[in-house]
């Protein structure tokens, strides 16, 4: 496999699931994210990974829980989901944080459906 | 964080005609204006970038045009064909780091045969 590939695809679960979503990527990137992708919204950054290390956390709930155990896997643990939680989650990677190095390249995404 | 204004939100163009989308900023700090394609059901990709010390970057049929006086940067597409249909984004960078990185809210592009 080449690329960046998110699995499940889609997930559907309760309020009081625990379920997670991992991402791997096979470019030797350095750094790995998650975005939320919600209907008619702009993409919003939730996690951000270098090297392994937490670099950013922008004010997401604790019922997401990210865990990156090296530099390409990056999973997204979830919780005590509320139905407005429902969206498509994506992952990416890029060769670092730095825009100089240019572009993020996404996976497919993680359809997650909170009944 | 910054704001970026994306229009329109939905644009629906004849085969072969030009598509073009507009972003507006605030930020002066802005130095980093890349566009995504995201097709239905796919990942979004990077299409095309410019950098703030460019006024204008072309590849093929897609162009991107930087006005930093006036704050807004445009993509062109010409010749649009069927497969151009997609949703794309611009993005808005500054700060030098990924995760300042800013995306509109995305433009629907439909080309009709």
């Known amino acids: 496999e080449t690329g960046v590939t998110q699995t499940p695809r889609h997930l559907v679960m309760g309020m009081t699931n625990k379920k997670s979503l991992k991402c791997e990527q096979h470019l030797g990137h350095n750094a790995m994210y998650w975005y939320k992708q919600s209907a008619k919204k702009p993409l919003e950054l939730m996690f951000v990974y270098s090297l392994e290390e937490r670099v950013e956390n922008n004010s997401v709930p604790s019922r997401f829980s990210p865990e990156c155990p090296n530099s390409s896997h990056l999973f997204l643990h979830l919780h005590t989901l509320q139905p407005e939680d429902s969206a498509l989650y994506l992952c990416?990677?890029?060769?670092?944080?730095?825009?100089?190095?240019?572009?993020?390249?996404f996976g497919e995404g993680s359809r997650l459906t909170v009944l | 964080g910054e704001n970026v204004e994306q229009h329109p939100s939905t644009l629906s163009v004849q085969e072969g005609d030009s598509a073009v989308i507009k972003c507006t900023y605030s930020?002066?700090?802005?130095?980093?204006f890349p566009w995504y394609k995201q097709e239905l059901g796919k990942r979004p990709q990077l299409i095309i970038d410019?950098?703030?010390?460019?006024g204008e970057k072309k590849d093929q049929r897609i162009a991107v045009t930087l006005n930093k006086t006036a704050k807004h940067f445009s993509l062109h597409i010409t010749e649009t064909q069927p497969e151009d249909s997609a949703v794309y984004f611009c993005v808005l960078g500054g700060g030098g780091s990924n995760y300042k990185l800013t995306f509109g809210k995305g433009t629907l592009l439909t080309v009709n045969p």
């Open positions: 930020d002066s700090a802005s130095n980093y």
């Open positions: 990416a990677s890029s060769q670092d944080t730095g825009t100089d190095t240019g572009e993020l390249f």
């Open positions: 410019i950098r703030s010390n460019v």
